[in-house]
């Protein structure tokens, strides 16, 4: 059975399907977003954006690059692109969210992270966004790995601190504790105000964006009404 779940054609299946029902449940949440100006102020000057969130909020995310282009028409267009692992979980997961809209950079720390980098330093140089889980593919849970502040630094760009939530989910009892949106649900996105890296000394951002991570998955969930 376990052989038969990772050949690729079943894998490919098994990730239209996960992609699908997201796109129901996403569609048929009820949607607000809050702390958004400072980051599409960023988007009307023609600054690109680093859009980071904890990997558990994956399912609930890739709803934001709709959301923005209804709140502001210089990011329509835009094509959001999302770091995800080589490994065969980081191929499952860029197959089920494709059809939001995101293309897909291959690599993580571990593996081909060096030709990320190029890929998404491209990516920014272009104008478009770059969606990035610090702590994917596989934790620990709620610890950055250095690329992402490697990035900013290296780009100028900011990072986005951003997390969703919905009133109606499931946590998933994997590594991240991953939320799993319901339908008919009330959602809410959070963003946090934009983190500039300095192009010295990156690695000291690191606890900085963490903190803004985490105060978002707070604020977002108040929100939704989770944990009342």
């Known amino acids: 059975m376990r052989k038969l779940i990772r050949h690729p054609a079943v894998q490919a299946g098994l990730a239209r ?4 029902y997201l796109a129901f449940a996403l ?4 949607w607000r977003v809050i702390g958004a100006e400072p980051a599409l102020a960023e988007v009307r000057e023609g ?3 680093i859009i980071a969130f904890w990997h558990e909020r994956l399912p609930v995310v890739p709803v934001l690059f709709r959301l923005a282009a209804e709140l502001e028409p210089a990011a329509t267009g835009l094509v959001p692109h999302v770091l995800v692992s080589q490994h065969r979980d980081g191929r499952f997961i860029g197959a089920a969210v494709a059809r939001f809209g995101f293309r897909m950079v291959y690599g993580s720390s571990s593996r081909g992270g060096a030709e990320a980098l190029v890929q998404m330093l ?3 140089r ?7 889980t610090p702590d994917g593919p596989r934790g620990p849970r709620r610890q950055p790995a250095p690329g992402l502040v490697q990035l900013a630094a290296r780009s100028g760009a900011v990072i986005v601190p951003v997390a969703g939530a919905t009133s109606h989910h499931r946590i998933l009892p994997s590594w991240d504790r991953m939320m799993m949106p319901l339908p008919f649900g009330r959602g809410v996105i959070a963003c946090g105000a934009p983190v500039q890296v300095p192009r010295d000394g990156a690695e000291s951002a690191l606890p900085i964006v963490a903190a ?4 978002a998955c707070a604020r977002a969930d108040a929100e939704a009404g989770i944990g009342r």
Do not use: F, K
């Open 17 to 20: 399907v996960i992609g699908a």
């Open 27 to 30: 569609r048929t949440t009820r």
């Open 47 to 49: 600054r690109p954006l």
């Open 122 to 124: 491209r990516v920014l």
């Open 126 to 132: 272009a104008g478009n966004p770059v969606a990035i």
């Open 212 to 215: 803004a991570l985490d105060a």
